[in-house]
């Protein structure tokens, strides 16, 4: 490719008397956010690199300002120049020699494959990470307002997520879990670990709702009942530090279903954070170190959000996000299940085919890589007010 850059140049350096002035702007690349299945992106990258505000951040750290990484202006530089070539070439594509015009044409595809891709590649420079990305979590399930029907539904979504583990090759581990008499599930705690576990996961807490015709209903009304999913990002021993003199530790015989050994040991285990009050408790395993060791996880993820949701207050952000707070009161998700439909209430997005997006695999796993995309697109436009914010004071 680079010899058939120089070959290019050459030919235009033989030809320049030939051509039209060269445009002062550079043509559309003609690249867009993948679209998914059933949803919409946000505006594509071309829309936004055409955007005034975008430039005005992205010359300010070119030089240096907001503490630039040397990969990003290195990127940008990178793009202008290629931009440049673009331009020069497409001034060649309509040259009357044939051989010229395609040689022009794979110049042309090659320099706006790359492109696209810088543009990627400089705006996930420009969106900083979470701390939290690169962490495991913790998930908890509750069943809500429904009675045995949305103890069913609890059951379903924690099969759903247990199945999308696999898929993602995550390791997933029961902590606790609380049938129901009618094999629904009236709360349960798992941990996933994993790479990017909580960066995927991250968007699904909040309220969960389901409408759709009972088993136990006889009229055949559609019912609607709620499940809450709370995911805590799992804290390193770096990141979280708590004192043993500020653990109360005890311990009790297990209770419900659960075997011979239930009622029998003094197995449960239950955790309280004196300054906090927070409480963890585990009672899934026979052997009491095991359970300790459960419900100090379950803790420390609890410790640790509470810890994030006090920051994220602190930082007193003017305007709501759209893609949500994480929170688990927040209505985030409608199944449909006569209208065979799945809403994302936070972007207002709806897919089809209900029993395939239960599987926990490729449909799951585009809607939330879609809303990490929504959410990425609100960091970038975040980023691009505060710096014309800061430009105008």
Same mark, same amino acid.
């Given at each position: 490719?680079?010899?058939?850059?120089?070959? $290019?140049?050459?030919?235009?350096?033989?030809? /320049?008397?030939?051509?039209?002035?060269?445009?002062?702007? =550079?043509?559309?690349?003609?690249?867009?956010?993948?679209?998914?299945?059933?949803?919409?992106?946000?505006?594509? $990258?071309?829309?936004?690199?055409?955007?005034?505000?975008?430039?005005?951040?992205?010359?300010?750290? @070119?030089?240096?300002?907001?503490?630039?990484?040397? *990969?990003?202006? /290195?990127?940008?530089?990178?793009?202008?120049?290629?931009?440049?070539?673009?331009?020069?070439?497409?001034?060649?594509?309509?040259?009357?020699?044939?051989?010229?015009?395609?040689? =022009?044409?794979?110049?042309? @595809?090659?320099?706006?494959?790359?492109?696209?891709?810088?543009?990627?590649?400089?705006?996930?420079?420009?969106?900083?990470?979470?701390?939290?990305?690169?962490?495991?979590?913790?998930?908890?399930?509750?069943?809500?307002?429904?009675?045995?029907? /949305?103890?069913?539904?609890?059951?379903?979504?924690?099969?759903?997520?247990?199945?999308? @583990?696999?898929?993602?090759?995550?390791?997933?581990?029961?902590?606790?879990?609380?049938?129901?008499?009618?094999?629904?599930?009236?709360?349960?705690?798992?941990?996933?670990?994993?790479?990017?576990?909580?960066?995927?996961?991250?968007?699904?807490?909040?309220?969960?709702?389901?409408?759709?015709?009972?088993?136990?209903?006889?009229?055949?009304?559609?019912?609607?009942?709620?499940?809450?999913? =709370?995911?805590?990002? *799992?804290?390193?021993?770096?990141?979280?530090?708590?004192?043993?003199?500020?653990?109360?530790?005890?311990?009790?015989?297990?209770?419900?279903?659960?075997?011979?050994?239930?009622? #029998?040991?003094?197995?449960?285990?239950?955790?309280?954070?004196?300054? #906090?009050?927070?409480?963890?408790?585990?009672?899934?395993?026979?052997?009491?170190?095991?359970?300790?060791?459960?419900?100090? *996880?379950?803790?420390?993820?609890?410790?640790? +959000?509470?810890?994030?949701?006090?920051?994220?207050?602190?930082?007193?952000?003017?305007?709501?996000?759209?893609?949500?707070?994480?929170?688990?009161?927040?209505?985030?998700?409608?199944?449909?299940?006569? *209208?065979?439909?799945?809403?994302?209430?936070?972007?207002?997005?709806?897919?089809?085919?209900?029993?395939?997006?239960?599987?926990?695999?490729?449909?799951?796993?585009?809607? $939330?890589?879609?809303?990490?995309?929504? @959410?990425?697109?609100?960091?970038?436009?975040?980023?691009?007010?505060? +710096?014309?914010?800061?430009?105008?004071?």
């Amino acid at each position: 490719m680079r010899l058939l850059s120089r070959a $290019l140049r050459a030919a235009q350096g033989y030809r /320049a008397a030939a051509l039209p002035p060269r445009s002062l702007r =550079a043509a559309p690349v003609g690249w867009r956010l993948p679209a998914r299945r059933g949803l919409s992106a946000r505006p594509g $990258l071309e829309e936004l690199f055409a955007a005034p505000s975008l430039r005005r951040l992205l010359e300010a750290r @070119a030089r240096g300002e907001g503490g630039a990484a040397p *990969q990003l202006a /290195a990127r940008v530089q990178r793009l202008r120049d290629k931009e440049r070539e673009l331009r020069d070439t497409r001034e060649l594509a309509r040259d009357e020699n044939e051989d010229f015009r395609k040689l =022009a044409e794979t110049e042309i @595809a090659s320099c706006e494959e790359e492109i696209a891709e810088l543009k990627q590649q400089i705006v996930l420079l420009l969106i900083p990470s979470e701390e939290t990305d690169e962490s495991d979590l913790v998930m908890e399930v509750t069943a809500g307002v429904g009675g045995q029907e /949305a103890m069913l539904f609890t059951s379903e979504i924690f099969d759903m997520y247990q199945r999308y @583990a696999a898929y993602k090759k995550w390791k997933f581990e029961i902590l606790e879990y609380f049938p129901s008499e009618l094999g629904g599930l009236r709360h349960a705690v798992a941990s996933i670990a994993g790479v990017e576990a909580y960066k995927y996961m991250k968007f699904e807490g909040g309220v969960h709702r389901v409408q759709r015709v009972p088993k136990t209903e006889k009229q055949g009304r559609i019912h609607t009942s709620t499940m809450t999913v =709370a995911i805590l990002p *799992q804290p390193t021993e770096m990141r979280l530090q708590i004192s043993p003199k500020d653990l109360r530790i005890e311990t009790k015989r297990a209770s419900g279903a659960g075997g011979q050994h239930v009622n #029998t040991t003094d197995s449960a285990v239950r955790i309280v954070h004196i300054p #906090t009050g927070i409480v963890a408790e585990c009672q899934q395993e026979r052997s009491q170190i095991r359970n300790k060791e459960k419900a100090m *996880q379950m803790l420390c993820a609890k410790l640790y +959000n509470a810890k994030l949701e006090e920051e994220t207050k602190k930082r007193n952000y003017a305007r709501k996000i759209q893609i949500g707070t994480k929170g688990r009161s927040e209505k985030i998700r409608t199944y449909n299940f006569p *209208q065979d439909r799945i809403t994302d209430h936070r972007i207002s997005r709806s897919v089809h085919h209900v029993e395939s997006f239960m599987l926990g695999e490729e449909m799951l796993d585009e809607m $939330l890589q879609t809303l990490r995309e929504y @959410a990425d697109y609100e960091s970038l436009m975040e980023i691009i007010s505060e +710096n014309d914010k800061n430009n105008s004071s």
